[in-house]
């Protein structure tokens, strides 16, 4: 790892003000991914701002309508909490289907939601890559495309986001709560958080430099009695998905009074098919409409050279996790 | 680079330490106390050779700066054995014959360890899960969760 300036912040405004005034400072959550990219050379932070310390982040609490959750929570605190288990299944589920024991002790939730949107020739600092360096195109696009996106790719950039606990978020409309520069508060609806590539790849969300995640807020939903997440990947445990699905729904009598269908491992953000959750919405949760809905989903997918078996995964898999959402009653 | 001074307890004793910021929890087990039975494998997260306890949890020390675990407690594979006697896991690998060459078993028993710890009568489901992330290249796995279910077995005679 290259030299850097370290510095452990003893408050959120501490941490905002340090990594504000200098363009390349980071913040060091679980050090997961950014230990990693520096490792690699992909990232080169000249100062690093630890945000350890500010243990009053870590806090998961009830709120008046649902749960807050503290950025450095980590992945397996949330995911074991028993307010999370009971209300929220889904993010627990998908939180377990991500990583490993080690790195879910390690990993927060703030780190979690910035992971990098990455593909292999991201790490390669031998060969171009828009996300890595703007303007060097794009290896994977003419190169080996067998994990990349099947939607709202760009000819810049065709990386998928690797996150399983963003998915599960997604589809249970979370909040993602910031501190500024300035020291005021706002909050970006989780669909709005992460971006696809467009014209510049090198962004993987809207945070601005310097912003902080304080919390990641679920309203209270009707979702609990019926999600899974579905997680298909190369080897049973400890890989990132080919193609995920966090599926969740809330019924009346037998019919489907709403439906949220996320994918992930299809694009640079987890993908929402309001298709798919269209097609589901006044139907009854037979096989026949998940397999209409899973029809729906794929329609616009548009593969690349090497990943056209995503599209009939993902339509099995859509499936299979609805049927399983069925059949989970918590 | 300006040095951090960080305090921490590995394997019970306290210590006082500067560390370079760009150091990891591994860098400084292996090259500055001189405990090498935590391996280094990929250096890059994935592997597990290089698997301690941090606060009771197991996590990757090469991927952890050593400037962040100023105020924690550490066990290595080093803190296991107690009087002279092996931890139980320790003790179930060695009946079982769960290694070949060896390099994994560190990071695999303290996995193991973490495990039996929360959960005493893990499933074997359980068990493969807790050692997912760490790679054997030589056993096949089959001895190493033999081994696992025979400690599970074994009354807890170094229990902390
Ligand atoms: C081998 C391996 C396998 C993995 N498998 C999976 C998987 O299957 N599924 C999955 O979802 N993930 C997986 N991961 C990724 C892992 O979940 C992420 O690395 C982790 O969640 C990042 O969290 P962290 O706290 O360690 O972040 P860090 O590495 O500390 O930080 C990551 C980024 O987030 C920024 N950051 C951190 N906290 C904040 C904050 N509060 N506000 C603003 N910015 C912040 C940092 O500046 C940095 O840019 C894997 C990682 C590894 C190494
Ligand atoms: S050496 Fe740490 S995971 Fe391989
Ligand atoms: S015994 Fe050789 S790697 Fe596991």
Known sequence: ???????????????VQLVSATPTAKFLAGGTNLLDLMKEDVERPTQIVDLTRLSHLAQIRPTLNGISIGALATNAQVANHPLVR??????????????????????????????????????????????REPGSGCAAFHGLNRMHAIFGYSDKCIATYPGDMANALYALDATVKIRG??????????????R????????????????????VELAKNDFAKHSYYLKVRDRASYAFALVAVAAALALEGDRIKQARVVLGGV??????????????VGKEATEANFRAAAEAAMKEAKPLAHNAYKVELGKRAIVLALQRAMDETI | ?????????????????AVAPNRTLLNLLREDLNLTGTKQGCDDGDC?????????????????????????????????????????????????????????????????????????HPTEAEI?????????????????VAAVKRAATFAEFTQR
Not at chain 1, 267 to 280: G, I, N, Q, Y
Not at chain 2, 49 to 70: E, F, H, M, S
Not at chain 2, 100 to 117: D, K, V
């Open chain 1, 181 to 194: 520069a300035n020291g005021q508060e706002r909050t970006i609806p989780i669909r709005d958080f992460h």
């Open chain 1, 1 to 15: 790892m290259r030299p850097f300036k370290y510095a452990r912040a003893t408050s959120e405004a501490e941490a």
């Open chain 1, 267 to 280: 694009a640079h953000k987890p993908w929402r098919s309001t298709e798919a959750e269209d097609a589901l």
């Open chain 2, 128 to 144: 493969r899960q807790a050692i997912s992330n760490n790679l054997c290249r030589c056993t096949g796995y089959t001895k190493i």
């Open chain 1, 86 to 131: 009971q209300n929220y299944p889904l993010l627990s589920r998908a939180i377990l289907a991500g990583a490993s024991a080690q790195i879910r002790n390690m990993a927060t939730v703030g780190g979690n939601l910035m992971q990098r949107t990455r593909c292999p020739y991201f790490y390669d600092t031998a060969m171009p890559c828009n996300k």
């Open chain 2, 48 to 120: 597990g050779a290089c698997t301690v306890l941090v606060d009771g949890r197991p996590v990757l020390a090469c991927i952890k700066l050593a400037a962040q675990c100023d105020g924690c407690e550490v066990t290595t594979i080093e803190g296991l054995a107690r009087e002279g006697r092996l931890d139980r896991v320790q003790e179930a690998f060695w009946h079982e014959g769960g290694m070949q060459c060896g390099f994994c078993t560190p990071g695999m028993i303290m996995s193991s360890y973490a495990l039996l710890q929360r959960n005493p």
């Open chain 2, 1 to 17: 680079m300006r040095c951090e001074l960080i305090t921490i307890k590995v394997n019970g004793e306290e210590r006082t330490l």
């Open chain 1, 196 to 215: 696809l590539p467009g014209d510049t790849p090198e962004q993987d969300n809207n945070l601005q430099h310097g912003e902080l995640i304080v919390a």
